[in-house]
């Protein structure tokens, strides 16, 4: 039944990038949810930490693509190793400037300058999985198992910030992204024998590889919907836990919405892939957009936990059909820079979606605040039915010649 999995998890060196590009994605689904918990432990205001978990996303989008280029142009180790260890130096300032209680801007400079050193690591890995398997069956199957490990990413990472920001000490949180951030980056970058070739290009070769921009701007638009959904939810659902009695049910609430990604990464990576990536794409940001409207309406943790876990259970396929369409149709020499768009645009989306919900969440409530990821899911099934491949763009344009 796993064969497929087993058969690209088995070719040399594939395993290891993979495992060591976990440990080094860890803190994707921590640093928010970590100050988030410190700030609001500290201070009690939401909306304070929304807007510097905000601030460290705006600096990771905003760096983000520079870094992709950078990668592309002179390798991953050349790249991750400083930008990981940035990252630390960031996010370590951004702990005592709260434990110390520095006044603002302190707190956001410290995580904008975390969120500008944190390197792309999901683009580098599968920009190796692209070098290592070629286009073709393997990379579906391969960008899938990577949407298994971001989903379990997603369902350990929040559990294990929570754990050690509410049992053990806030900064305990903090930490232990710095840990996971500086461990996995140091052993991804050590990784030589499968990091895929530079590709420093003379001028006219890099005007004929440039980005197709009417087909990178609405996946990166799509992507940002998205990320404003993502980001919402987390910051809501950890409100809406404390509303109910029960603030240690938000690591089980957002396990469970990572859990029916993953899931559901695991059938597309077995039985997915039959069909066109753009209708699959289109369809996966309808089915999110559908799940999430129930959330403003819920009293009910249980029930709340069911609708993320519906809810989640579209987001694998949407990101496998994303990443496959990108693969498609970006040249190789700007593969990392194009991957690293889409997680560009989820980060521009998500420190917006934090921001205005945690503001939400402090004048109305968790419920009103559920607003947010509906509304960004319906922008997003939107914006997704008018997205084009560039080939299939070329086409439309001779149909009406």
Not at 177 to 191: I, K, S, T
Not at 260 to 282: E, I, K
Not at 364 to 393: D, E, N
Request: charged share 10%; with cysteine; proline share 5%.
């Amino acid at each position: 039944m796993f064969a497929s999995f087993r058969s690209v998890l088995t070719k040399p060196g594939a395993l290891a990038f993979s495992v060591a590009g976990f440990v080094a994605r860890l803190p994707i689904s921590m640093v928010t949810l970590a100050i988030v918990l410190l700030i609001a432990q500290r201070s009690g205001s939401y909306g304070l930490a929304g807007t510097v978990s905000a601030a460290y996303m705006l600096a990771a989008s905003a760096s983000s693509p520079l870094l992709a280029r950078l990668i592309d142009q002179w390798g991953q180790r050349q790249v991750v190793l400083p930008g990981v260890t940035l990252f630390a130096v960031g996010l370590l300032g951004l702990g005592t400037s709260v434990e110390l209680e520095w006044s603002s801007p302190a707190p956001h400079l410290f995580a904008a300058l975390a969120g500008f050193g944190y390197p792309p690591v999901g683009a580098c890995v599968r920009a190796r999985w692209t070098h290592l398997l070629g286009p073709g069956r393997d990379l579906h199957t391969a960008f899938s198992i990577e949407a298994v490990v971001d989903e379990s990413i997603f369902i350990i990472g929040p559990v294990l910030v929570t754990v050690l920001a509410l049992q053990l000490h806030e900064m305990a949180g903090i930490v232990s992204v710095v840990a996971c951030a500086l461990a996995g980056g140091f052993w991804f970058a050590a990784q030589r024998a499968t990091q895929p070739p530079v590709h420093r290009t003379r001028r006219r070769r890099a005007d004929r590889d440039r980005l197709d921009w009417a087909f990178v701007v609405p996946m990166t638009m799509v992507a940002a919907c998205l990320g404003s959904l993502f980001g919402a939810t987390e910051v809501v659902t950890v409100a809406f836990a404390e509303e109910q009695g029960h603030p240690n049910a938000v690591a089980a609430l957002l396990a469970v919405w990572a859990l029916g990604s993953l899931l559901a990464g695991v059938l597309t990576g077995l039985y997915g892939g039959g069909s066109s990536p753009l209708r699959r794409y289109r369809l996966g940001a309808v089915g999110m957009a559908a799940a999430m409207t129930p959330l403003p309406f819920l009293d009910n943790l249980l029930v709340a936990g069911a609708v993320l876990f519906l809810g989640g259970f579209a987001i694998s396929p949407t990101m496998v059909a994303a990443m496959t369409l990108v693969e498609a149709n970006v040249a190789a020499s700007r593969l990392t820079e194009g991957i690293t768009w889409l997680t560009t645009g989820i980060g521009l989306g998500i420190a917006p979606g934090a921001a205005v919900a945690g503001a939400l969440i402090d004048e109305f409530g968790a419920s009103t605040a559920y607003f947010v990821p509906v509304v960004s899911g319906i922008l997003a099934a939107a914006i997704a039915a008018a997205t084009r491949t560039p080939a299939a763009a070329r086409a439309h344009i001779l149909d009406k010649v």
